[in-house]
């Protein structure tokens, strides 16, 4: 079973910074990776699907990298609306999630 | 436009039984995978189950084997998740949403349904 790891845990930045999120797979899930945003009571929403490509209506700040075992994403410069947990995904399993936080 | 619905918040007593539902429309339900994903309270999202209702071929994630059920009617274009007897640990948020392939993501996602499971 693929084991899904994110770092950091939380991470603190004001708005207009850049965020950088890491995914990493226990083995190679080729470039089968999606990313989702949660905010607090609500429902995930796709973000970047196949690693890099951005789901419909995805504003283009947000951008996804890598293959493999390491994924990343980035968002350019942070939004209010952007604060909330980012998860990754691959077949059945979640990575345990990144809280972006206000500093 | 697609969208899934699911049924409303519930409160059961331990050792009651359980089914959610999920009712898609806007889009072939027969087509597409539905899953369903647990989010306990200020946890992250875990991985139940997956079903394709065009022929109810149904895989679970090995911590939730044996813990529910996930069926679906596509005569109704609805998925199901039951619980037989239900433990205050089941307390949790559920999401369904729908894929189209192994490889794809979790493209449109159900509002959630709350389950409370208190004495």
């Known amino acids: 079973e693929i084991v899904l790891t994110q770092s950091p845990a939380t991470l603190s930045l004001s708005p207009g910074e850049r965020a950088t999120l890491s995914c990493r797979a226990s083995?190679?899930?080729?470039?089968?990776l999606a990313w989702y945003q949660q905010k607090p009571g609500q429902a995930p929403r796709l973000l970047i699907y196949?690693?890099?490509n951005r789901a419909t209506g995805i504003p283009a700040r947000f951008s996804g990298s890598g293959s493999g075992t390491d994924f990343t994403l980035t968002i350019s410069s942070l939004e209010p609306e952007d604060f909330a947990v980012y998860y990754c995904?691959?077949?059945?399993?979640f990575g345990q999630g990144t809280k972006v936080e206000i500093k | 436009e697609v969208q899934l619905v699911q049924s409303g918040a519930e409160v059961k007593k331990p050792g009651e039984s359980l089914r959610i539902s999920c009712k898609g429309s806007?889009?072939?339900?027969?087509?597409?995978?539905i899953a369903w994903v647990r989010q306990m309270p200020g946890k992250g999202l875990e991985w139940m189950g997956i079903?394709?209702?065009?022929?109810?071929?149904?895989r679970y994630s090995p911590s939730f084997q044996g813990q529910v059920t996930i069926s679906a009617d596509k005569s109704i274009s609805t998925a199901f998740l039951q619980w037989s007897s239900l433990k205050a640990s089941d307390t949790a948020t559920y999401y369904c949403?729908?894929?189209?392939?192994?490889?794809?993501?979790?493209?449109?996602w159900g509002q959630g349904t709350q389950v409370t499971v208190s004495s």
């Open positions: 949403a729908r894929r189209e392939y192994n490889t794809s993501p979790l493209d449109f």
């Open positions: 083995q190679s899930v080729s470039s089968y």
């Open positions: 995904h691959q077949q059945g399993t």
């Open positions: 806007g889009y072939s339900f027969t087509t597409y995978w």
């Open positions: 196949d690693a890099s």
């Open positions: 079903i394709y209702p065009g022929d109810s071929d149904t």
